[in-house]
């Protein structure tokens, strides 16, 4: 006897093919038989514990959030009450330690620094005392996961635990060995591959030479290198500002997939944006030099997300040479003149707007009364500038505050650059976003997948329901390698969601669950039943890459 059979179903397997009539039988953790549908037949269907009736829903494998920054909060005990979000788009695998920030290995004395920049993605204080990778997965396997997880070896993680993150200073011969044998351990352990965050310190300090030599050690090991580029915007403060110059974009965009082959590792290129007006405009050049890489043989790929801003840390927009001694910086009259000119300037060129960047969370308790609002009306009430206003929050939070960066995409629209990254073959999807108890959330945490399929899907018809969900699952599951899920197929972990085509959607009320998600299965266990998630079990796993 079977633990479950989900009769009745259009099964879209995830693996590109139409859907087709069936039912699916599990036992323990595994999908253990596919009963296809015989036309104008009637399916025999064989004894279960519990029979769960599709009534004709679709049934697709467990959707894959390819960019991830939950692995900060499944150390939280209590970690389902924001995942849950997650559980119920369907998601049941997370790909984490995006950004070139991962929890471990943190093993020298520079931990309370790296805790004290982190607290932007933790929820509550943990202790984080992970001087191995390993040390920090048999942790979470020791207390339980509400998803499963697929890690990645953090870039900054690894070079800040040695010279810290706010500082440019070189890694000795010494460093090197020390780092190459941490991050051979992190492969040891599991990992999936390596992370860079060129955009945040320290990632934006380090030269090429260490980011290939990172690389190489990844592409040894068969693993995935996920950037974070260095610029994501046209005019951006990480490059000398050149008028009629190469977009910086594009010029970041150019170098990191120099490393990467320099390296031979397989780049994934972490949320493709195209932030503020000037850069609308680099959309075709930037994926033709990512589809003439790709069809050069390169292994070369993309992630979005299908809303138009981005999560971030306040300190994201601040050049290089500010952040270099941020906190001396910041109080220096003459530092700060220069800061506020630079973005008084970026405003007429770039048209970025200071004014227009959303407060999520301000991690300074006289300032949490203005989450969820624009800085240019925290500057009214405040009697400042916007530019003043956001200097000054960065300032009193050193740094932590969580920001919404808006005009990522000219349009969410079915003409817009968002749709055509999203309908892009060589697109999978993510979520991204930071999640908190307290604050206003990033609209991600809620409605990624169920906005995709009911949005660019259902309504603007920009890709087939079989190819969406094959993204979602199947070809995730293979960008990362990730071994025996993302398919329905006998013999795979049972991860699993039911969800009705005509119906999924994100909610159109705020903060809410999205519609059209009935069940979700994790590892054989029903995880949403109903759209209701099951609060006392955690079923997921952590994945190793070596132990499949």
């Not at 595994?30 to 049934?59: F, S």
């Not at 929890?103 to 520079?110: L, M, N, Q, S």
């Not at 309370?112 to 993605?121: G, N, R, T």
């Not at 999205?514 to 299965?521: A, S, Y």
Request: net charge neutral.
């Amino acid at each position: 006897m079977f633990d479950y059979l989900i009769a009745h179903a259009s099964i879209i397997d995830g693996t590109g093919r139409a859907p087709y009539r069936g039912a699916v039988a599990l036992r323990g953790d595994r999908i253990e038989a596919i009963i296809p549908a015989q036309r104008g037949a009637k399916i025999a269907l064989p004894r279960a514990k519990k029979t769960i009736d599709a009534d004709g829903r679709a049934l697709a494998p467990g959707f894959i959030d390819i960019h991830s920054h939950n692995d900060w909060l499944l150390p939280d005990p209590d970690h389902i009450d924001m995942l849950q979000h997650l559980m119920r788009q369907g998601v049941t695998t997370v790909v984490t330690g995006q950004c070139g920030l991962s929890p471990a290995p943190i093993y020298t004395e520079k931990d309370d620094e790296i805790q004290s920049f982190v607290d932007l993605l933790c929820d509550r204080q943990i202790s984080f005392d992970y001087s191995t990778m390993n040390a920090f997965f048999e942790s979470l396997e020791s207390k339980g996961i509400a998803l499963n997880m697929a890690h990645l070896a953090g870039h900054a993680t690894l070079r800040a635990s040695l010279k810290g993150l706010l500082t440019d200073a070189r890694l000795t011969i010494a460093d090197m060995a020390r780092l190459e044998y941490a991050l051979d351990e992190c492969f040891e352990a599991g990992v999936f591959g390596l992370s860079y965050g060129l955009g945040y310190p320290p990632g934006m300090f380090s030269p090429e030479e260490e980011l290939v030599w990172f690389a190489k050690i990844a592409g040894r090991k068969s693993g995935v290198m996920a950037v974070h580029l260095k610029a994501l915007s046209a005019v951006s403060p990480t490059y000398p500002y050149i008028p009629g110059g190469t977009p910086h974009n594009l010029m970041s965009l150019k170098e990191t997939i120099t490393h990467a082959k320099k390296a031979g590792v397989a780049l994934q290129i972490s949320h493709l944006v195209f932030p503020y007006e000037p850069t609308w405009k680099t959309e075709e050049r930037a994926i033709g030099m990512i589809e003439k890489e790709y069809e050069d043989g390169m292994d070369i790929a993309f992630d979005a997300y299908p809303y138009a801003g981005g999560n971030t840390s306040i300190i994201a927009p601040i050049p290089v040479w500010f952040l270099d001694n941020f906190q001396e910086n910041i109080k220096n009259a003459f530092m700060m003149k220069k800061l506020v000119t630079l973005f008084r300037l970026s405003k007429k060129v770039l048209k970025f707007d200071m004014g227009a960047i959303m407060l999520l969370r301000a991690f300074h308790k006289p300032y949490e009364k203005y989450a969820g609002r624009l800085f240019r009306d925290i500057a009214a009430d405040l009697g400042m500038d916007p530019i003043d206003a956001y200097l000054h929050f960065a300032e009193i939070t050193e740094g932590k505050a969580r920001v919404l960066l808006p005009e990522f995409y000219d349009n969410d629209g079915r003409d817009g650059i968002m749709a055509r990254v999203l309908a892009h073959p060589l697109c999978r999807f993510e979520t991204d976003t930071l999640i908190t108890r307290k604050g206003v959330q990033n609209p991600a945490t809620f409605g990624t997948f169920p906005r995709i399929l009911g949005r660019f899907v259902r309504e603007f018809r920009l890709m087939s329901l079989p190819d969406a969900i094959h993204r979602m699952t199947g070809a995730s599951a293979r960008r990362m390698g990730i071994q025996k899920r993302g398919e329905i197929k006998k013999g795979y972990y049972a991860d699993l969601v039911i969800f009705d085509p005509d119906t999924v959607h994100e909610n159109p009320i705020p903060d809410q669950p999205p519609l059209g998600i009935e069940h979700v299965f994790i590892n054989g266990k029903q995880a949403v039943v109903n759209n209701k998630v099951d609060m006392k079990r955690l079923h997921g796993r952590v994945l190793r890459k070596n132990d499949q």
